[in-house]
C-alpha cells in the first residue's frame, strides 16, 4: 500500500518561501517518477512540478523559475522548494506518482497572504 505524508506548508508573506516535504512508502521509490500537485479552493487539482526517476524536472508555466522540485532517494523524500510565491499559490498541497496516482495523502496548506 503506497502512504503519501506531505509535510511543511504554513503560512508565508507574497515574495517569501517555503518547502514542502513528502514522505513515501510502499513502492519502489527510486524507479518512480514524482509530482507535486495543488488544489486551491473551488478549483481542480493541478500538477505543478514533476521530477523522473533520473532527476528530470518540469514546470506548469506558472510556477516556473519560482519553484524547484527535488528527489532524496535514499529518503524516500520528494521535495518542493517555493520562492516568490504569490497570493494565488494559496492552496492545499499534495504528491503523487503520476503514473499510478496513489490514494492522495492529507496535504498540506500554503496560504499566502499579507
Known amino acids: 500500500q503506497v502512504q503519501l505524508v506531505e509535510s511543511g506548508g504554513g503560512l508565508a508573506q507574497p515574495g517569501g518561501s517555503l518547502r514542502l516535504s513528502c514522505v513515501v512508502s510502499?513502492?519502489?521509490?527510486?524507479?518512480?517518477?514524482m509530482g507535486w500537485y495543488r488544489q486551491a479552493p473551488g478549483k481542480q487539482r493541478e500538477l505543478v512540478a514533476r521530477?523522473?526517476?533520473?532527476?528530470?524536472?518540469n514546470y506548469t508555466d506558472s510556477v516556473k523559475g519560482r519553484f524547484t522540485i527535488s528527489r532524496d532517494n535514499a529518503k524516500n523524500m520528494v521535495s518542493l522548494e517555493m520562492s516568490s510565491l504569490k497570493p494565488e499559490d494559496t492552496a492545499v498541497y499534495y504528491c503523487?506518482?503520476?503514473?499510478?496516482?496513489?490514494?492522495w495523502g492529507q496535504g498540506t496548506q500554503v496560504t499566502v497572504s499579507s
Open positions: 521530477i523522473s526517476s533520473g532527476g528530470f524536472a
Open positions: 503523487n506518482i503520476p503514473s499510478i496516482l496513489a490514494p
Open positions: 510502499g513502492i519502489s521509490f527510486s524507479l518512480n517518477g
